[in-house]
């Protein structure tokens, strides 16, 4: 049940971002869109719910668990910034508001936004952690949070590997066409050297 209901959350999110993008730009109704657009924390609700009385009636913690919390802390860690890409794009193609800018490609720049989106990964595991720490607690029985315990693990394990990725950006940045300089040439008189060389060849 509780799979399924990660999915009808995952699919809801999206549904409520189209629907809310749509009554915004194309029905010309900002205040509704904007309200379908603030429904989306009460999936991550109904979600913290269910799971909460699943554990509450008896269910043993397990991957589905920790699963859930996972998916409620990467949509706080990251479902704004989704929600803004989305309606960024929606105004410029459905307002006829200005394109949206992509992130920075090169640079320290980069680095800096690549370091912005780990903050979100960090919060992820964050509230993630929370929760499964809140769920250990509310089991009260060591012998059957495991699952849960490993599952805190797994959210920080892919927050280290996010960080090592977004540090890389600022170690070794990524250069910008006007940062390769070209291969300076050779002067006059080496560049006739070798020409008669080769002509003796």
């Known amino acids: 049940m509780i799979v399924t209901l990660i999915v009808a959350c995952e699919?809801?999110?999206?549904?409520?971002?189209?629907?809310?993008v749509?009554?915004?730009?194309?029905l010309k109704m900002p205040r509704?869109?904007?309200?379908?657009?603030?429904?989306?924390?009460?999936?991550?609700?109904?979600?913290?719910?269910?799971?909460?009385?699943?554990l509450k009636n008896g269910a043993d913690p397990s991957w589905k668990h920790g699963l859930a919390a996972l998916y409620i802390g990467y949509t706080v860690g990251?479902?704004?910034?989704t929600v803004k890409w989305l309606d960024g794009h929606a105004a410029h193609r459905l307002g006829g508001g200005?394109?949206?800018a992509g992130p920075p490609r090169y640079g320290m720049a980069r680095a800096r936004h690549e370091g912005s989106v780990w903050l979100g990964t960090l919060l992820a595991a964050a509230v993630a952690t929370g929760l499964l720490q809140?769920?250990?607690?509310?089991?009260?029985?060591?012998?059957?949070?495991?699952?849960?315990?490993?599952?805190?693990?797994?959210?920080?394990?892919?927050?280290?590997?996010?960080g090592l990725i977004a540090l890389s950006y600022?170690?070794?940045?990524?250069?910008?066409?006007?940062?390769?300089?070209?291969e300076p040439s050779a002067p006059?008189?080496?560049?006739?050297?070798?020409?008669?060389?080769?002509?003796?060849?």
């Open 11 to 20: 699919i809801g999110f999206w549904v409520l971002l189209a629907a809310g």
């Open 22 to 26: 749509t009554f915004r730009y194309l």
């Open 32 to 54: 509704t869109g904007l309200a379908l657009l603030l429904c989306e924390p009460l999936l991550e609700v109904v979600l913290l719910v269910v799971t909460a009385v699943d």
């Open 78 to 81: 990251h479902g704004h910034r």
């Open 98 to 100: 200005p394109k949206p």
């Open 134 to 162: 809140l769920a250990v607690w509310y089991v009260g029985d060591p012998g059957r949070t495991t699952s849960l315990e490993s599952w805190q693990a797994t959210a920080w394990r892919a927050a280290g590997i996010h």
């Open 170 to 182: 600022a170690i070794w940045p990524k250069k910008g066409p006007a940062d390769r300089s070209p």
């Open 188 to 201: 006059h008189g080496a560049r006739k050297t070798r020409e008669r060389e080769g002509a003796r060849r």
